[in-house]
Nanobody, 119 residues
Framework: VQLQAFGGGLVQAGGSLRLSCAAS????????MGWYRQAPGNQRELVAI???????NYADSVKGRYTISMDNAKNTVYLQMNSLKPEDTAVYFC??????????????WGQGTLVTVSS
């Protein structure tokens, strides 16, 4: 299973970006997918997560500004980021808790994508 993320870039404060992450390979089912971020000198932190049934959870710092969604048919998770702030600057990583067979699952990580918010 591979996860590939797209959509990072440079944006001014107050602007928007949309990240996407597609899972491919031998996928039996996807249990949850999420986005994490890591700023320089900081630990990786959870940004948002969505489960197979559509339940979502967000870090307090992004509630009301970010929206996570998933297209189950495309095995793709999206992160719509609005009202971006300089403190949102980080490398964003997608994560998937995925069954590669009926009774076997793993956590998978995509490559990071850099989001830079200028003030």
């Amino acid at each position: 299973v591979q996860l590939q993320a797209f959509g990072g870039g440079l944006v001014q404060a107050g602007g928007s970006l949309r990240l996407s992450c597609a899972a491919s390979g031998t996928i039996f089912s996807i249990n949850a997918m999420g986005w994490y971020r890591q700023a320089p000198g900081n630990q990786r932190e959870l940004v948002a997560i969505i489960t197979r049934d559509g339940s979502t959870n967000y870090a307090d710092s992004v509630k009301g500004r970010y929206t996570i969604s998933m297209d189950n048919a495309k095995n793709t998770v999206y992160l719509q980021m609005n009202s971006l702030k300089p403190e949102d600057t980080a490398v964003y990583f997608c994560n998937g808790n995925i069954n590669y067979a009926r009774f076997f699952r793993n956590d998978y990580w995509g490559q990071g994508t850099l989001v830079t918010v200028s003030s």
